[in-house]
């Protein structure tokens, strides 16, 4: 898929997600497929299930520094933030995710959260400059996976 068909995508869509997924889920901390198990068996509860197990499984320490790639409206960078303390980035090539999320976090601010617009595959950041790259279904979109992951074990 090319990035202007992701942008044209999200930017057309993002009424239709944020309509149903707010309907669906009052205060949901992403947008992203849940995980169930014992202790989460509505949706809801399943996003933030899944946020704990993958922050787990990423082994993500307090005060980590992470670079969401492909963060979407931005509502996990918020959750790693708000609950691991973490200094998060998120960056999506779409600058309409961006400008609802600066105008949701006017209303709503997040500490030790920013966002961009920019390229996962050309990430404006320094060598080694992070302690984890969190992407939750978004890699999907990158024409070669390679290069996804060779530019998130560089930064």
Known sequence: MDKEAIKKYYSETQFE???IW????KS????HFGYYDET???HEQAIQRANEALAEFADIKRGARIIDAGCGLGQS??????????KVTGITIVP???ETINKRLLKNPVEN????????LRMPFEDNSVDVVWAIESVCHAPEKLLFYKEAFRV
Request: proline share 3%.
């Open 17 to 19: 997600y944020g309509l």
């Open 22 to 25: 707010n309907w669906l889920l």
């Open 28 to 31: 949901a901390p992403a947008l």
């Open 40 to 42: 989460a068996t509505k």
């Open 77 to 86: 960078s918020e959750w790693l933030a708000q609950h691991m303390n973490a």
């Open 96 to 98: 309409k995710q961006v």
């Open 113 to 120: 959260v920013d966002f961009l617009v920019g390229d996962y």
